[in-house]
């Protein structure tokens, strides 16, 4: 793209068909270019009467923040230079870690994630710590940092402590996480996620939430969504949850869900199912700030001046930023496409970018 700061000085830098169409634009219309902050700047809507709904991310740490190869009895493996090494030697990962098998199995990952193995005798993969840092600046408006990994539990307090200053050297600033979820007992995907769905439920009760985003960051135990049952329903797809986690909410709120699913399977040449919670992936990373990319609008409170909403057409915008977008891969340009997509009937745009990836985000109102 060159220079960041060229992104953010006038549409019409960026050639004359994009002038022309910005010029064409209503002044209610037009889009403020600035980098990302937290708040957003709208034109055409009364700022000071709107705010921008909390966002809850809910995080797992095993499988989210480093990779674990499932085995067929017992915890899983980590992926981590001492288990890659001894899968490397003829006597393969010690009995008490697992069998010959298991070997074969953390060669063929170190193989294809070799870029997110855990490095010394730490417990998180310093790229997938990176990948977090991404989706956390993506947030708008106020955030909610909920651990929901068993690292939540007290034993894990150290480690979770180290975590935490972690977090704070890539994001440059003190960072603990906000809540945990439940200290129920969960040790397979349903528990997990009726443990999710009733601290939403909670929160929705405790700060009378008209508007919440969840987004939720798990593999799951290592379980993938092949149509085992739960509260009713079958778990296919990532909409499944994301509809049995919404039932959750109070009727009146709006609540918008989207499940991060870190999982991944595949067969090794010998026809060994390879299952493996994987960490945070850069589509993921793309996937997640394209959902944060259009927050939503809490709406102005009784008696003060409804913020105007006016639906517009977001194809001058694609049509404008074309040679921006050609210089993207494949799946970012997907991933924008479909923020774009997803704008509600009343919505304005504006473009914000963050570590490079520029992304066109309407505001949902309610």
Request: charged letters at 25%; one cysteine or more; a positive charge.
């Amino acid at each position: 793209f060159g220079s960041s700061s060229s992104l953010f000085r006038h549409p019409c830098s960026h050639g004359a068909e994009s002038a022309a169409i910005f010029r064409t634009c209503s002044s209610s219309a037009r889009m403020a270019i600035a980098p990302w902050s937290r708040t957003p700047f709208v034109p055409g809507l009364d700022n000071e009467r709107i705010q921008l709904a909390e966002t809850v991310v809910l995080v797992d740490v095993d499988g989210v923040l480093n990779v674990g190869v499932r085995k067929a009895v017992g915890p899983p493996l980590l992926l981590n230079e001492r288990n890659v090494d001894r899968a490397k030697t003829t006597t393969g990962i010690r009995p008490r870690y697992g069998s010959r098998e298991c070997s074969a199995k953390v060669s063929a990952v170190a193989r294809r994630l070799g870029d997110c193995v855990c490095a010394g005798s730490s417990q998180w993969s310093a790229l997938l710590i990176r990948r977090l840092v991404r989706i956390l600046r993506a947030i708008p408006g106020r955030r909610s940092v909920v651990l929901s990994s068993n690292w939540r539990r007290p034993k894990y307090a150290r480690r979770v402590m180290r975590l935490e200053e972690e977090l704070s050297d890539f994001l440059g600033t003190d960072f603990q996480f906000d809540d945990k979820t439940a200290m129920t007992y969960d040790d397979d995907a349903g528990d997990r996620l009726k443990n999710i769905g009733d601290h939403v439920k909670q929160h929705c009760a405790k700060h009378g939430t008209q508007a919440l985003q969840v987004l939720i960051l798990d593999d799951l135990f290592i379980t993938p969504l092949n149509g085992w049952s739960l509260g009713g329903r079958r778990m296919r797809k990532t909409r499944d949850i994301e509809a049995y986690i919404r039932g959750f909410a109070p009727n009146s709120a709006k609540v918008r869900v989207k499940f991060v699913h870190c999982y991944d399977q595949w067969k090794t040449q010998a026809g060994e199912l390879v299952q493996i919670g994987a960490g945070i992936s850069e589509k993921d990373v793309l996937s997640a700030r394209a959902f944060l990319a259009a927050p939503l609008v809490v709406p102005a409170p009784p008696g003060a001046t409804k913020p105007s909403a006016f639906g517009i057409d977001l194809s001058w915008l694609l049509r404008g930023t074309a040679k921006l977008l050609q210089e993207h891969s494949a799946v970012e340009e997907e991933a924008i496409k479909n923020a774009v997509a997803s704008k509600g009937a009343a919505a304005s745009a504006a473009v914000f970018c963050a570590e490079g990836l520029v992304t066109i985000s309407p505001l949902l109102c309610l």
